[in-house]
């Protein structure tokens, strides 16, 4: 079975995510974003991203109310302005037809996800949709996949994740998984390290070559 992220691998989003850090720090005089700390909130859940912040900065704001604040600044773009990675629907659309179940695994907030899903029509190529916020995990514990291999009685080798995060590769390949990584702008500085993780020939994955031949 085909597991697939979403930001930065389905959808061109992770440079959304970018901005939006920028302008929220700036509305409490933070002109520039620390690279830890973009290194932390890019590979952690909402709510532990929020506390994080909070705590990094000593904002005057709760974990609820930051990720409501992102939540809203992000809303337009993933209801309409945010596209599709080369080759992504294609990729699925093949999938379909080869047989192949497909299921969205994703940290992204449900509700965003929701629009990106509706608004690119996304939906009626997957079976299933998982995210790490409904599932109670971290995508950066293998945990989340063992339990994702369960609740769909699957082996852990029989499951194939596709993903531009390092981290959440490697958390996958510790639970067992298959991984390929798509290459993503944000991520280019642990190019190396996605091709240790992935193994050979699995990084950079274009989803416009072909399905992976072993399934």
Excluded at 106 to 128: F, G, K, M, V, Y
Aim: net charge negative; with cysteine.
């Amino acid at each position: 079975m085909y597991f697939f992220d979403l930001d930065g691998t389905l959808l061109d989003s992770n440079g959304v995510w970018l901005d939006i850090d920028v302008e929220f720090l700036g509305r409490f005089g933070i002109g520039s974003v620390p690279e830890d700390y973009t290194d932390y909130v890019t590979h952690h859940g909402f709510d532990d991203s929020a506390r994080y912040t909070r705590d990094y900065f000593r904002l005057p704001l709760t974990p609820e109310e930051i990720i409501s604040a992102w939540r809203e600044m992000a809303r337009s773009a993933y209801a309409g302005q945010l596209e599709l990675k080369p080759g992504a629907r294609g990729f699925l659309e093949r999938a379909r037809a080869s047989g192949i179940p497909r299921a969205l695994l994703t940290s992204c907030i449900p509700s965003l996800c929701s629009s990106a899903l509706e608004h690119h029509r996304l939906l009626p190529l997957l079976d299933r949709v998982f995210t790490a916020a409904e599932l109670g995990l971290e995508k950066r514990d293998p945990e989340l996949y063992r339990l994702v291999a369960r609740l769909c009685r699957l082996e852990a080798g029989d499951c194939v994740l596709f993903d531009d995060s390092p981290v959440y590769c490697r958390a996958a390949r510790e639970a067992g998984w298959q991984v390929y990584g798509v290459s993503d702008p944000v991520f280019d500085d642990r190019a190396e390290e996605m091709r240790e993780v992935c193994g050979p020939g699995r990084f950079p994955f274009d989803l416009r070559s072909p399905l992976p031949l072993h399934l």
